[in-house]
């Protein structure tokens, strides 16, 4: 069984930083993509940005230049520094990793980021 914790969500003002972190535990079957998305009330999930295995990025347009996320192979952990956040960045943000082995997705329970003055 998979496991995904998330942590360093919480309430921060308008163009402040915050940096998320998320470990997969357990039978992981081969991991492809790890990432983040967001899902703020009232509205869909949204991808915010994933990383390949190998390294490569990519980002949603809204947080191009704002957002950084980098990963720990040997940890199995992946992170997202946000920076210059803004009240539109408030959402519950949920961990997944996509595994090559079984082509499933596994997701985290989600963490709290609440942007306001």
């Known amino acids: 069984q998979v496991q995904l914790v998330e942590s360093g969500g919480g309430l921060v003002q308008p163009g402040g930083s915050l940096r998320l972190s998320c470990a997969a535990s357990g039978r992981i079957p081969g991991i492809n993509v790890m990432g983040w998305h967001r899902q703020a009330p009232g509205k869909q999930r949204e991808l915010v940005a994933s990383?390949?295995?190998?390294?490569?990025?990519t980002y949603a347009d809204y947080v191009k230049g704002r957002f950084s996320i980098s990963s720990d192979n040997a940890k199995n952990t992946v992170y997202l520094q946000m920076n210059s956040l803004k009240a539109e960045d408030t959402a519950e943000y949920y961990c997944?990793?996509?595994?090559?082995?079984?082509?499933?997705?596994?997701w985290g329970q989600g963490t709290q980021v609440a942007v306001s003055s």
């Open positions: 990383i390949t295995r190998s390294g490569t990025p």
């Open positions: 997944y990793l996509h595994s090559w082995y079984d082509g499933k997705e596994y």
